[in-house]
Every structure is written in C-alpha cells, then in structure tokens.
C-alpha cells in the first residue's frame, strides 16, 4: 500500500514495482496496461530523479494528469543542510508528520558512502552513543529511508543513476536506529535500492549494522545478503551489558555464533566488528587479544572508532599509542584493522552524533523550552 505524505493523496516512493502496479490499476489502468505503466514510473522516479509526474514525458499527458491528481512522488524535506570542512554533507530531514531523522553522504576521491537512519530516534540505549541519548518515536517506512537515497542524489546531482563512477556508490545503515528492530521496512528500501534499473546499488556496496538482534541475523543473510557489520565494542560480557545493553538479552556467545552462521560471509564478504575506542575502558592489549580469540574461524575485520566525545559523555577517546598498539595486535593475528578517520565532526555527523546537535539548536533558538526539562 502506498505511504501517506502531507496531502490526502499516496506517495508512491518506496512502493514495489508489484505494489506500483496495484496503484494504477486502483485508478482505472486495466491491469495488462498497469504493469507496463508501473515500470515507467519505476524508471523516472528511481533512475531519473524525477520529483514530479510533469517531468515524465514517455507518459500520455492525460495519464499524468490522473496520476497527479491521485498520488505525489514526495522525498522528506531537506530541513537543514550542513557541509563539513572534509567534505562530508549532512541533511536535516524532516517528515510528513513533522518528526525529523539526520542523513550524512561521506565522499572519498572516486567513491562515497551514503549512511541512512531507520528510525526517529533509537530503541537502544548504548552509552558511549549520544544518539542513544534519545528516546525512540517510531520507525520509518519504506519511502523515508529511500527517500533518503533520493534527497542526496538530488543534492550531488547523480541523476539519471549511472552504474559507474558515481560519488555515492555505497549504502550504509548506520544511522540512527537499529535497523533489525525495524527490518521489514529497511529489507523492502534495500530491494528498492538494488535493483537494476533504478537506484542500482549492487548489494556487495551495502551494508547493515546490527547491536547484535541474533535472531534478525541470518534472515538478513538469506533475504538480502548485504555485507553485516557488528556493533561489538567489548570482549567481556559485563562491560558489553554496561555499555550496549542490548547484550543482556544477546551475549557476546550468541552473537559470535550467529556470525558464524552468517550466509553471506565469506572471505570475499567479511564481516565487519565496529569497536569504539574508550579510553581506559576497552583498549588494552589484553583486550585486543580476547577480541582476536572471540572472532577466530570468522571471515572478519575489525573498524577500530575513535570516540566521538558530546557534552555530559562519560568516556574519553582512547590515545593514539593506546588505539596503535591494539590495531597492531589485531592486525599481526590476520585481521584487517584500520583505525577509522572521523569524518564531519565539525557537523556533528561523526558517529554517534546524529540528531542530538538538531536538538540543541533548536533549544538554543527557544523553539522548544521544555527539552531542557525531557532531557534531564
């Protein structure tokens, strides 16, 4: 069924192709006609960019006329865009209902990635996380999350969507949200976002970061084999409660166990361990060395984050020698083990820092007097 948008008519972003079909039969196409109308639509909206049905010329007039009348083709609203010193966009999106998500593109020289938000705040609680620091509102649908996708190509101007030599070539969703906790929504933007005639993102340039839903895993694995990254961030299962709490109801065991079973890994698909750098917290060499044991017989490499401190965190980032010298433990045991370069913290788009600066602008501004009190 297609979404709702801020008229009374269906936003038809982030429906099917089957599901594009349905809609314009319900209009009166006969159903032969309808299919054939359904890729049509499915080719200006995800291959050309197309943001009205005006724009759609191999569609008869009259027909775009009923289709104008019947359904829109919205994105979310670019509420606010903010461009690092690095490069690195961010988008303030806001939605139909007046709730706001964040998006961030981080270009490199020939390529980019383009990390997406799967719900309006977030159901986990992480501590080292300052998107944690907000309660879950809801999920998005399907058309949010690829209306994400559209909004930064509209931006860079990747319209029509070339196969090749594109700056935003990836997908990550590591936004805000656990995209697990919302997969239907997230599988069905994924599709969309694969398939070859439109948005084209080959599923080897997506990838899914998961806290560790275990029994979510080996679905995604099956239905969408994307790559998998695991938000680890600790060897030892009384640290991991404490600062992804999830791992109570997953441990560390069952969460290594389900990677193991991963469908998609390989050791052309390894699967990524994200591992924040918390000073004096995770980062001994007797830590890297339990992390090294735990991942053993796993296609894997480790992203080694350097923390992103906000106000009131009650961490500090790890030091350089502490972070090289865990890097070299790993890397020495055959595992891949950069140490990531933060991108956009001057934007508050780094890891872990999405939403919350909007938050405090618009507290700063007065528009919203009594956050100080919800947030307290």
Not at 132 to 149: F, P, W, Y
Not at 170 to 187: H, K
Request: aromatic letters at 6%; charged letters at 25%.
């Amino acid at each position: 069924m297609a979404s709702t948008s801020t008229t009374d008519r269906p936003n038809l972003v982030g429906l099917t192709r089957d599901e594009l079909a349905a809609e314009i039969a319900r209009i009166g196409e006969p159903a032969k006609q309808a299919r054939m109308r359904a890729h049509q639509l499915w080719h200006w909206i995800y291959y050309r960019g197309a943001k009205t049905f005006a724009e759609m010329t191999s569609i008869s007039k009259p027909l775009r006329s009923r289709l104008d009348e019947n359904f829109t083709i919205i994105r979310p609203e670019v509420a606010r865009h903010l461009l690092s010193v690095d490069g690195t966009h961010k988008w303030l999106l806001k939605l139909a209902d007046g709730q706001e998500i964040e998006s961030v593109l981080i270009p490199e020289l020939d390529r980019g990635a383009l990390c997406l938000s799967s719900q309006v705040g977030c159901t986990l609680t992480c501590r080292f996380c300052y998107t944690g620091t907000q309660r879950l509102v809801r999920n998005l649908d399907a058309s949010e999350i690829v209306g994400q996708i559209l909004n930064a190509r509209d931006t860079i101007g990747e319209w029509p969507s070339l196969s090749s030599g594109r700056i935003l070539s990836n997908i990550v969703v590591m936004g805000m949200g656990e995209p697990l906790y919302n997969y239907d929504n997230v599988a069905k933007a994924l599709t969309i976002a694969m398939d070859n005639e439109g948005i084209a993102i080959s599923r080897r340039r997506i990838t899914l970061s998961t806290a560790g839903v275990v029994p979510m895993i080996e679905r995604v694995g099956h239905e969408l084999a994307v790559g998998l990254a695991i938000s680890l961030h600790a060897v030892r299962n009384d640290l991991r409660d404490t600062i992804v709490p999830l791992n109570k109801k997953y441990p560390i065991e069952e969460l290594l166990e389900a990677c193991r079973r991963y469908p998609a890994g390989s050791n052309a698909r390894r699967i990524t361990f994200e591992y924040i750098m918390l000073k004096d917290v995770n980062d001994s060499p007797a830590d890297a060395r339990e992390l090294v044991r735990l991942i053993a017989g796993i296609p894997a490499k480790v992203n080694l984050i350097p923390f992103n401190p906000w106000p009131g965190a009650p961490y500090e980032c790890s030091t350089p020698e502490a972070m090289a010298r865990f890097a070299e433990i790993v890397n020495n045991a055959g595992y891949s083990s950069p140490i990531r370069t933060p991108r956009g913290r001057d934007i508050m788009a780094a890891c872990g820092q999405l939403k919350s600066a909007s938050i405090k602008e618009r507290r700063t501004l007065g528009e919203q007097a009594l956050d100080d009190h919800r947030l307290a």
